[in-house]
């Protein structure tokens, strides 16, 4: 019985591991065609993936290629637009020479007739002076009476003629005479009166203790440097040079005040954008008191006292203007010193003579301020503030715009042109691009929410900051396209202009 149960035993047993065997290799092949088969989907998918990335990166280079080729079609729309404005003033120019040519031809006819008809006339005159004296030899025996009333007749006329040649000698003399002696009177005073110049330049170099204080004038990110250059409007350059920093702008005013207050910050030490606001202002306030002062030494100089604190003000911004590369400041005590000699040669008040000299070119001062030529805002703030008719006067016509009242009108007039044409006194250049320089300031200004705007980089690069109640983000981008399609279209410039709109909100508040 025990045998028969191990028999049955073994039989069972070995048909289980038989069943197991079985079950096991039918799981093992089930598990390997699921593992073929996600391995395909797999390797679908990845090949599905490639081909996308592929297609997306064809998309992009084409998209990159695409805006190459609109920039350039843009930039040669523009160099078309640009040939076409200039074949458009070389046409213009071209019909203006031919109109000069013809009218130059029709003056020439028209001399010519009158030439021939004058030609005609004398000979006429001639034929009727010899007829007349033949009638006379045939009259001769008429009565005395007649005789002499025609001779006297005949003479008259001759003496006439006679008279008014020794009429135009005799003012030939005299004009010729009042050259010398004003040739004379000019030279004696231009002997008596010489003044040194020197030219203005448009950059300022600040020392600095070492290089180290370089990175703390640039600060962290640039923020240091670019807080200096919004609050004064100049061009900060830091390079390689040991031992300086460039402060650079067109305007004098503002590059003295940013080079003040450059000093300062170096020297306190404390480089961060508030400090920075708190030097700049101090030193726009230093600069107003250092422009009163000039105004009161060159009044001085000039002897000319009792002058209004506004005059005395505006004289003093002079010291920071040019004409032509000329201190200006220094051209009107010029004037003032070569009219008051003038003046006392020809027996004139030579107090009035300086007064007037002094202060011809005081529009020069308000001009970007008021509207009109500086001869014109000149006599109007003179006006303004209690001058004498013969010093209005002498402003407003010291360029000859309008006929002279006074002989101080005269006077400043010869002594502005002596002091102007001397050699060394003016230099064009400088002064034609410090003039496209203000032009470009003055365009940017023009335009609706612009608070402040800023020529640097010697003219290539023009920063404009914008009201941020007045001028959001979309509106920045449209004003900085329309300026610099503005500056195309007004101004001639050499290269190209960067224009750079800026928009910040700054709150301040005090804690008490």
Same mark, same amino acid.
């Given at each position: 019985?025990?045998?028969?149960?191990?028999?049955?035993?073994?039989?069972?047993?070995?048909?289980?591991?038989?069943?197991?065997?079985?079950?096991?290799?039918?799981?093992?092949?089930?598990?390997?065609?699921?593992?073929?088969?996600?391995?395909?989907?797999?390797?679908?998918?990845?090949?599905?993936?490639?081909?996308?990335?592929?297609?997306?990166?064809?998309?992009?280079?084409?998209?990159?290629?695409?805006?190459?080729?609109?920039?350039?079609?843009?930039?040669?729309?523009?160099?078309?637009?640009?040939?076409?404005?200039?074949?458009?003033?070389?046409?213009?120019?071209?019909?203006?020479?031919?109109?000069?040519?013809?009218?130059?031809?029709?003056?020439?006819?028209?001399?010519?007739?009158?030439?021939?008809?004058?030609?005609?006339?004398?000979?006429?005159?001639?034929?009727?002076?010899?007829?007349?004296?033949?009638?006379?030899? +045939?009259?001769?025996?008429?009565?005395?009476?007649?005789?002499?009333?025609?001779?006297?007749?005949?003479?008259?006329?001759?003496?006439?003629?006679?008279?008014?040649?020794?009429?135009?000698?005799?003012?030939?003399?005299?004009?010729?005479?009042?050259?010398?002696?004003?040739?004379?009177?000019?030279?004696?005073?231009?002997? +008596?009166?010489?003044?040194?110049?020197?030219?203005?330049?448009?950059?300022?170099?600040?020392?600095?203790?070492?290089?180290?204080?370089?990175?703390?004038?640039?600060?962290?990110?640039?923020?240091?440097?670019?807080?200096?250059?919004?609050?004064?409007?100049?061009?900060?350059?830091?390079?390689?040079?040991?031992?300086?920093?460039?402060?650079?702008?067109?305007?004098?005013?503002?590059?003295?005040?940013?080079?003040?207050?450059?000093?300062?910050?170096?020297?306190?030490?404390?480089?961060?954008?508030?400090?920075?606001?708190?030097?700049?202002?101090?030193?726009?306030?230093?600069?107003?008191?250092?422009?009163?002062?000039?105004?009161?030494?060159?009044?001085?100089?000039?002897?000319?006292?009792?002058?209004?604190?506004?005059?005395?003000?505006?004289?003093?911004?002079?010291?920071?203007?040019?004409?032509?590369?000329?201190?200006?400041?220094?051209?009107?005590?010029?004037?003032?010193?070569?009219?008051?000699?003038?003046?006392?040669?020809?027996?004139?008040?030579?107090?009035?003579?300086?007064?007037?000299?002094?202060?011809?070119?005081?529009?020069?001062?308000?001009?970007?301020?008021?509207?009109?030529?500086?001869?014109?805002?000149?006599?109007?703030?003179?006006?303004?503030?209690?001058?004498?008719?013969?010093?209005?006067?002498?402003?407003?016509?010291?360029?000859?715009?309008?006929?002279?009242?006074?002989?101080?009108?005269?006077?400043?007039?010869?002594?502005?042109?002596?002091?102007?044409?001397?050699?060394?006194?003016?230099?064009?250049?400088?002064?034609?691009?410090?003039?496209?320089?203000?032009?470009?300031?003055?365009?940017?200004?023009?335009?609706?929410?612009?608070?402040?705007?800023?020529?640097?980089?010697?003219?290539?690069?023009?920063?404009?900051?914008?009201?941020?109640?007045?001028?959001?983000?979309?509106?920045?981008?449209?004003?900085?396209?329309?300026?610099?399609?503005?500056?195309?279209?007004?101004?001639?410039?050499?290269?190209?202009?960067?224009?750079?709109?800026?928009?910040?909100?700054?709150?301040?508040?005090?804690?008490?």
């Amino acid at each position: 019985m025990d045998t028969v149960s191990t028999l049955l035993g073994l039989v069972f047993g070995g048909a289980a591991g038989f069943f197991a065997e079985r079950l096991i290799r039918g799981s093992a092949y089930k598990t390997q065609n699921e593992i073929l088969e996600l391995a395909k989907r797999d390797g679908e998918n990845l090949r599905r993936d490639a081909e996308l990335s592929a297609k997306e990166e064809g998309l992009k280079r084409r998209e990159s290629v695409e805006k190459e080729l609109n920039s350039l079609r843009d930039e040669i729309r523009n160099q078309e637009r640009k040939l076409d404005k200039r074949e458009s003033g070389l046409k213009d120019q071209q019909d203006d020479i031919a109109k000069k040519e013809r009218m130059l031809e029709t003056t020439q006819l028209k001399l010519s007739e009158r030439g021939k008809v004058v030609d005609a006339r004398e000979k006429e005159l001639e034929k009727i002076i010899k007829q007349e004296q033949e009638q006379l030899y +045939k009259i001769s025996g008429l009565d005395q009476k007649t005789a002499t009333s025609m001779l006297m007749d005949q003479l008259e006329r001759e003496l006439k003629n006679e008279t008014g040649g020794l009429i135009l000698k005799h003012e030939a003399e005299l004009k010729q005479q009042s050259e010398k002696l004003a040739r004379e009177i000019i030279g004696m005073s231009i002997q +008596k009166y010489a003044s040194a110049h020197t030219s203005e330049t448009t950059v300022s170099t600040v020392d600095i203790p070492n290089d180290e204080m370089k990175g703390r004038i640039i600060g962290r990110e640039g923020r240091n440097i670019r807080a200096f250059e919004k609050a004064t409007g100049v061009d900060v350059i830091v390079d390689d040079t040991p031992g300086v920093v460039v402060v650079s702008a067109f305007d004098s005013v503002r590059r003295e005040t940013a080079k003040q207050a450059m000093v300062k910050l170096i020297q306190d030490g404390r480089i961060h954008p508030t400090r920075i606001d708190e030097i700049v202002l101090e030193s726009q306030k230093e600069m107003e008191e250092f422009i009163r002062r000039q105004g009161a030494e060159a009044a001085q100089e000039a002897d000319v006292p009792n002058l209004h604190e506004k005059v005395i003000e505006l004289m003093g911004r002079l010291y920071f203007r040019t004409s032509y590369s000329q201190n200006v400041l220094r051209h009107s005590i010029e004037v003032a010193h070569l009219t008051g000699m003038m003046a006392v040669q020809l027996g004139l008040n030579g107090n009035l003579a300086r007064r007037c000299g002094f202060l011809h070119d005081i529009g020069k001062a308000a001009d970007h301020e008021m509207e009109g030529g500086h001869p014109a805002v000149g006599a109007e703030l003179l006006k303004r503030y209690g001058e004498k008719g013969e010093v209005v006067h002498a402003a407003k016509g010291h360029h000859d715009d309008i006929r002279p009242e006074y002989i101080y009108t005269v006077l400043v007039a010869a002594a502005d042109a002596c002091s102007a044409s001397r050699p060394g006194a003016r230099r064009e250049t400088l002064e034609k691009y410090v003039r496209r320089l203000e032009e470009l300031e003055t365009l940017a200004c023009g335009f609706p929410g612009v608070e402040q705007a800023f020529a640097v980089q010697a003219g290539r690069e023009i920063r404009v900051i914008v009201n941020p109640a007045d001028v959001n983000d979309r509106e920045a981008a449209k004003l900085c396209r329309d300026l610099a399609t503005s500056i195309e279209q007004t101004l001639t410039y050499p290269g190209e202009v960067k224009v750079t709109v800026l928009r910040e909100t700054k709150i301040i508040e005090y804690a008490k």
